[in-house]
């Protein structure tokens, strides 16, 4: 049974750095796309980033580019999710996911089947 634990959520000024970490059991990330998403009061929820088995390929939401680096940590079984110059408006429930095996990453949250409870992210001005 696949389960992702997140954590590093935290109140930060804007302008601040922040790393998330997800940490996986029952797979092994090398063969299971893992993405970051968010969701803020009122908000739908958005794709934030995704990197691909092997750590090879990664996908980030416009509004992240430049200032969000997803990356994997195979010593620790871990995906995380690096946020430099963070603005309010990133202030969000965020989580991670994961996929079945095999398929393609994307930033669609419909075509994750696993899910962690989520991290909190608040930026304050």
């Known amino acids: 049974r696949v389960q992702l634990v997140e954590s590093g959520g935290d109140s930060v000024q804007a302008g601040g750095s922040l790393r998330l970490s997800c940490a996986a059991s029952?797979?092994?990330?090398?063969?299971?796309?893992v993405g970051w998403f968010r969701q803020a009061p009122g908000k739908e929820r958005e794709g934030v980033a995704a990197?691909?088995?092997?750590?090879?390929?990664?996908y980030y939401a416009d509004s992240v580019k430049g200032r969000f680096t997803i990356f994997k940590d195979n010593s620790k079984n871990t995906v995380n999710l690096q946020m430099n110059s963070l603005k309010p408006e990133d202030t969000a429930m965020y989580y991670c996911?994961?996929?079945?095996?095999?398929?393609?990453?994307?930033?669609?949250?419909?075509?994750?089947?696993?899910w962690g409870q989520g991290t909190q992210v608040t930026v304050s001005s």
């Open positions: 990197i691909y088995p092997g750590g090879g390929s990664t």
């Open positions: 996911a994961a996929r079945f095996p095999g398929y393609d990453c994307s930033l669609t949250d419909r075509d994750y089947e696993f």
């Open positions: 029952g797979y092994a990330y090398s063969t299971n796309c």
